[in-house]
C-alpha cells in the first residue's frame, strides 16, 4: 500500500513522518508487515503430501487412513509446530471441549469445603493438559434444581460428559443421564448399579485403622459425628466405625448427624460433651467438623487429648498445622480429580473405561489422641 498517496500530509499531519518512514524502509519492500500465522492443515496436507481431508482424519484419530500415513501426517504437525483450534474442533467434531460438574450445595459450604479444591485442581490438570475446559454449576440443595441443570447443560450442547460427586444411597442421577445420553463418571462407591466407570476410594479402611488405634490407647466410649444424610460417603464412614467397635466387643458410643461443616460439627461436639457420661473420643466424618469440635472442647475447659480424643478424615493441609496436629485420615482428593477427569474423557471419546480403585485412605496419627484419663 501506497502511504504517501493515502496520507500526503504524513500519518501525523506533517509531512515529515511520511518522508522519515519512505527514508528508513528505502531498500526494503514498503506496505504494513505480514501477520504471522500459525501453521495449518494445509501446510500439514503440503508437507505431508497428502490431502486436506486424510489430515482431518489422522489429526482427529478418525478410521479411514493407513497406519503409515497417519504417523507421517502426524510426524509433518510436529515439525510445524501445528496446534489444533479449539472452536474448530468443537465445530467439526460437534463437541464442546467442556465437561461439567454441578454441585448441589450452598456456595458457602462449598468454599469451606477444602476437599473440593484439591479434587478440583487435579480435575484441571488433566483438562490443561487436553484442551478441554470445566463448567462448574452451583445448585439449589432440591431434585429439580439439579435435575435441570443437567438438562440444560445437555441440550445445550455444553458438555461433553459430566462428573457425579457426592453419591447418595438412593442415586436417582443415573437414570436422568443416561436419559440425557450424556457421558458421565460416577466418583465414589455407589450401592447399586451403575451405568457409568466409576472411580472410587475405600474409605473404610481408614475409619477401622483410626478406631482400632483408639482402642489400642484405651478408649471405651468412642463417640461419632456424621455428615449430612444420604450422602454414600456419609453412610460408609458411619458404617465402618460401627463395625469396627462391634467387632472388638465394644459397644459403639453415642452418634449425631451434623452436615460435614464448622458450625454443625461445632453444635455436635457440644452435644455429646453434655452427656452425663461424654465420650472419651470422638471420630468425626471430615475434618472440618474435627477442627471446629477440637475448638469447642479447649472452649469448655478441656484438654485434647488429655480430656478428650479428636480425629478427622480427608487431611486436608491444615490438619498437620493446628493445636494439637489432627490425627485423621488420608485421601488424596488431587489423585482422585486426575482420575476421574481422565476416565471421564476417555469414555467421552467412545473408548471402553474400567472402573478405577485408587489406593485405600489411611489413618495418619498425631497428637490429637492419646489415652484416656483413669476413671
Given at each position: 500500500m501506497d502511504w504517501t498517496a493515502r496520507y500526503p500530509e504524513g500519518v501525523n499531519g506533517t509531512g515529515a513522518s511520511v518522508r522519515h518512514t519512505q527514508e528508513r524502509s528505502r531498500g526494503r519492500s514498503r506496505g504494513p508487515r505480514p501477520v504471522r500465522r500459525g501453521p495449518t492443515i494445509v501446510d500439514v496436507a503440503r508437507r505431508a503430501g497428502v490431502s486436506k481431508g486424510a489430515v482431518s482424519f489422522a489429526l482427529n484419530d478418525r478410521p479411514g487412513v493407513a497406519p503409515q500415513t497417519r504417523d507421517r501426517i502426524l510426524a509433518a504437525a510436529r515439525e510445524l509446530g501445528w496446534q489444533p483450534s479449539t472452536r474448530a474442533r468443537a465445530l467439526s467434531r460437534s463437541r464442546a471441549f467442556a465437561v461439567g460438574l454441578a454441585m448441589r450445595r450452598a456456595p458457602e459450604l462449598l468454599g469451606a469445603d477444602p476437599f473440593f479444591p484439591q479434587f478440583l485442581a487435579g480435575v484441571e490438570s488433566v483438562l490443561a493438559e487436553r484442551g478441554s475446559a470445566l463448567v462448574l454449576q452451583v445448585v439449589a440443595d432440591d431434585d429439580e434444581a439439579e435435575a435441570s441443570s443437567y438438562r440444560r447443560l445437555a441440550s445445550q450442547g455444553r458438555v461433553d460428559g459430566v462428573f457425579l460427586n457426592d453419591l447418595r444411597v438412593e442415586e436417582r442421577r443415573f437414570g436422568l443421564l443416561a436419559g440425557l445420553g450424556l457421558p458421565a463418571v460416577a466418583v465414589g462407591r455407589p450401592t447399586g448399579p451403575c451405568p457409568f466407570p466409576v472411580v472410587t476410594v475405600d474409605d473404610r479402611q481408614g475409619v477401622a485403622g483410626i478406631v482400632a488405634h483408639l482402642l489400642g490407647l484405651g478408649h471405651r466410649r468412642v463417640a461419632f459425628v456424621g455428615g449430612t444424610e444420604g450422602y454414600?460417603?456419609?453412610?460408609?464412614?458411619?458404617?465402618?466405625?460401627?463395625?469396627?467397635?462391634?467387632?472388638?466387643?465394644?459397644?459403639?458410643?453415642?452418634?449425631?448427624?451434623?452436615?460435614?461443616?464448622?458450625?454443625?460439627?461445632?453444635?455436635?461436639?457440644?452435644?455429646?460433651?453434655?452427656?452425663?457420661?461424654?465420650?472419651?473420643?470422638?471420630?468425626?466424618?471430615?475434618?472440618?467438623?474435627?477442627i471446629a469440635g477440637t475448638g469447642v472442647a479447649i472452649g469448655l475447659g478441656l484438654e485434647v487429648p488429655g480430656d478428650l480424643s479428636v480425629t478427622g478424615f480427608d487431611d486436608v493441609p491444615l490438619a498437620a498445622h493446628v493445636a494439637p496436629p489432627l490425627t485423621t485420615v488420608r485421601q488424596d482428593a488431587m489423585a482422585w480429580g486426575r482420575a476421574a477427569a481422565t476416565v471421564l474423557l476417555a469414555a467421552d471419546e467412545g473408548r471402553p473405561v474400567p472402573d478405577v480403585e485408587l489406593p485405600p485412605a489411611s489413618p495418619v496419627f498425631r497428637a490429637s489422641t492419646g489415652p484416656p484419663r483413669p476413671e
Open positions: 454414600v460417603h456419609s453412610l460408609s464412614r458411619r458404617t465402618a466405625w460401627r463395625q469396627a467397635l462391634e467387632a472388638a466387643g465394644v459397644a459403639p458410643g453415642p452418634e449425631l448427624t451434623a452436615d460435614f461443616t464448622g458450625p454443625g460439627g461445632a453444635a455436635a461436639t457440644r452435644a455429646l460433651l453434655e452427656l452425663s457420661h461424654p465420650p472419651t473420643a470422638i471420630v468425626y466424618a471430615n475434618d472440618v467438623m474435627a
